[in-house]
């Protein structure tokens, strides 16, 4: 029970890879036609082809990946982020197949997965939450007018299976609503197969900040403190750090503690992220979302934590991970991390795809981490 078939690419895969060499665990890639000479294919012990280069023939392929995590002999399957990582279908179909998933419960993914079933959750546990309102499926949208009113504007139009930024959209004077609430619908049908939406007050002036969860699917689980990544673009975070600057410590506390709540109450098992939108103002804060994944801002907590978050995932997916208090848990020094994103200034920063011909990183250091998979 030592092999582990790494369902993905790219930076995340090499960073999984790293956590298998100290484990001494052996550890399968996968890759497309266009990355069989990619830096995570050479680092793998084993490594195997899954499709063209198109992700959609390859890496979401499950079945494909599957297959090749049977035909490997693994043993665990470990999902990174991004692809399969939140599918919940993904999951069952590894865990029916015998093999062990390396994360959270199909039912915790399909649960934090539905945003307004999400936030019911979150309620039950405890959690604040924004004023918000019940779903709305498609082409039922007759009372949305009055259940905008009752929310309160501006408000956020968001797609019930949304989430990294996708599916949301800024509703400021009653008279856009329908338009929008629309819109939203037919993208979400598009890109999630599920066009429901729900309605949600927007905080103008506001920060992002979420909590570092570990749960042992026992009904006990753990926070890693906080990551504040408010810097973002288009819903899309560009700096994360920890400690969340100018965050009061009463309310850095109580936001923690929910997290860990959360977690326990839905026996969490695995490493996940609570968010929540914090009112600069005021400093109340609510739940936003959950993703039950590995993040890619996980280093910074790495950083200030002394952990290891994908060993502790691997560990507890082996069954041998040795219990951890919350109070073993400690934060020193303050960590940040810069995305490096392809993109073109000229043109609104819009995405810049195409050869990497120059490209030159800095050394490691004891407090330099660089993860990336070129």
């Known amino acids: 029970m030592n092999k582990v078939l790494i369902a993905n690419r790219g930076e995340i895969a090499c960073r999984i890879i790293k956590s298998c060499r100290k484990l001494g ?23 195997y082809p899954v499709g063209p280069a198109s992700a959609k023939e390859s890496y979401l392929v499950a079945d494909k990946v599957l297959k090749v995590a049977l035909d490997s002999g693994a043993h665990f399957v470990h999902p990174g982020y991004g692809f399969l990582s939140e599918s919940s279908r993904f999951a069952r179909a590894v865990e029916d197949a015998g093999l ?36 709305f499926d498609v082409g039922e949208l007759s009372n949305i007018e009055l259940a905008g009113e009752a929310v309160g504007y501006p408000l956020l139009v968001k797609a019930s299976a949304g989430g990294g930024g996708i599916g949301m959209r800024l509703v400021e004077r009653p008279e ?39 749960g042992f699917g026992n009904g006990e689980a753990i926070h890693l403190y906080e990551r504040d990544c408010s810097l973002q673009r288009r819903y899309q975070k560009v700096i994360e750090e920890s400690t969340a600057p100018g965050l009061p410590e009463a309310v850095r506390e ?64 082996q069954q041998d991970l040795e219990p951890i208090k919350q109070e073993s848990i400690t934060h020193q020094g303050h960590a940040i991390e810069c995305r490096i994103y392809a993109e073109n200034p000229d043109k609104n920063f819009m995405p810049s795809p195409g050869p990497l011909k120059r490209f030159k990183l800095p050394d490691e250091t004891h407090d330099t981490r660089i993860d990336c998979g070129f």
């Open 176 to 214: 856009q609503l329908l338009e929008i609430a629309q819109a939203t619908q037919s993208m979400a049908e598009k890109a999630f197969g599920d066009g429901t939406i729900f309605l949600e007050r927007f905080i103008a002036n506001a920060r992002h900040v979420e909590v570092q969860v570990f």
């Open 254 to 317: 109580r936001m923690v503690s929910v997290a860990a709540s959360l977690c326990q109450h839905q026996k969490y098992s695995g490493a996940g992220t609570v968010e929540f939108v914090v009112d600069a103002d005021t400093f109340d804060f609510f739940f936003l979302e959950m993703n039950t994944r590995i993040q890619v801002e996980h280093p910074v907590t790495e950083m200030c934590t002394g952990t290891d978050l994908v060993a502790m995932q691997l560990k507890l997916a």
């Open 25 to 47: 665990l052996t550890s399968v890639a996968v890759y497309s036609e266009a990355d069989a000479e990619a830096l995570h294919v050479k680092l793998a012990d084993e490594a």
């Open 100 to 135: 062990t998933w390396v994360g959270p419960s199909p039912k915790s993914i399909d649960d934090m997965g539905d945003k307004e079933r999400a936030r019911e959750i979150a309620k039950a546990a405890g959690v604040p939450i924004l004023p918000g309102s019940p779903r």
